[in-house]
């Protein structure tokens, strides 16, 4: 699955953030509840959206992953 035919981007909707394609959920949204521990499951049901829109905002952030790196510092003990 592509991720590009469920994701788009409108400087009308939402200030131009990634969202799920026809609705106003940001992918984001999708990929804070799932960091915080929400299934997938209960966020497609909570939000109205399908499991293939919740792997398109998971793939989207994979791809923007390869390219980019925030450096953080490491505690050496």
Not at 24 to 37: P, Q, Y
Not at 49 to 74: G, H, N, P, W
Request: with cysteine; hydrophobic share 40%; aromatic share 6%.
């Amino acid at each position: 699955m592509d991720w590009r035919s469920r994701i788009t981007t409108d400087l009308n909707v939402c200030h131009g953030k990634p969202c799920i394609k026809g609705t106003r959920v940001m992918v984001s949204v999708i990929l804070d509840n799932l960091a915080s521990g929400e299934s997938a499951e209960d966020i497609a049901r909570d939000y109205n959206l399908t499991q293939d829109d919740i792997q398109a905002a998971i793939s989207y952030a994979a791809e923007l992953a390869k390219d980019r790196v925030i450096s953080f510092s490491v505690d050496v003990a």
